[in-house]
């Protein structure tokens, strides 16, 4: 059972437009990670958000959680084709080991 | 260093047959984990191992289905009775503990039951 809604589900923009994709609970989560996942690849993990509110930069990657920790969205900036791939949201289980994901937002940057 | 391997990275098979995979997790971790990954759709959870045993299995969908880590490394999933719908990428994860909030995943071995 997939608890974490994203959206869009896919998503086709040209280099150099901004974009922000979006992760969304009706639970409320103790932590959320965001990944990216590439084509014949597994996810590698691109942050992890704990406290309400939190905003971290990652060069053009800027990932908010909601002050209520049940949404969180990723806002790129000037997209790259370099970008292109499957971002995921996952929010950890109890102890931490537990993944669950989101059904991922399908990114294609266009050159 | 080496990252999570997984073999083979395809597999094709017949409707029935028993498959075996294969996963070598970056060494030194000590947490394991299988997920499946359906088109379209996130990974799943499948089973968590801590060393040598599985700590949680909830997550394999019914008696065909069986992992080990006989030595606390390398890990093999093995899938009785093949059905069509067990058609999916399967991802292998490691990390350092399993209160470790960084997964390293492999780049998954995609089986196809025809």
């Known amino acids: 059972t997939q608890l974490l809604e994203q959206s869009p589900q896919f998503l086709s923009i040209q280099e150099g437009e901004n974009l922000t994709v979006y992760c969304n609970s009706s639970s409320v989560f103790s932590s959320l990670q965001w990944y990216r996942q590439e084509p014949g690849e597994g996810p590698v993990l691109l942050v992890t958000?704990?406290?309400?509110?939190e905003v971290k930069k990652l060069k053009r990657l800027t990932f908010q959680f909601g002050d209520a920790r049940k949404d969180s969205s990723l806002h790129i900036t000037a997209a790259q084709p370099g970008d292109t791939g499957l971002y995921l949201c996952a929010r950890l289980g109890g102890s931490n080991y537990k993944l669950t994901f989101g059904k991922g937002t399908l990114l294609t940057v266009n050159p | 260093g080496a990252g999570v391997s997984q073999t083979p990275s395809n597999k094709v098979t017949e409707k029935g047959k028993y498959v075996e995979l294969r996963c070598d997790p970056i060494s030194g971790h000590t947490a394991l984990y299988w997920y499946r990954q359906s088109l379209g759709q996130g990974p799943e959870f499948l089973i968590y191992f801590q060393g040598t045993g599985a700590a949680d299995d909830s997550g394999l969908p019914n008696d065909r289905f069986f992992a080990v880590r006989p030595e606390g490394s390398v890990s093999t999933l093995k899938i009785q009775r093949t059905e069509r719908g067990d058609s999916a990428v399967y991802l292998c994860?490691?990390?350092?503990?399993?209160?470790?909030?960084?997964?390293?995943f492999g780049p998954g071995t995609r089986l196809t039951v025809l």
């Open positions: 994860a490691s990390s350092l503990t399993a209160f470790s909030d960084t997964q390293y």
């Open positions: 958000v704990v406290t309400g509110g």
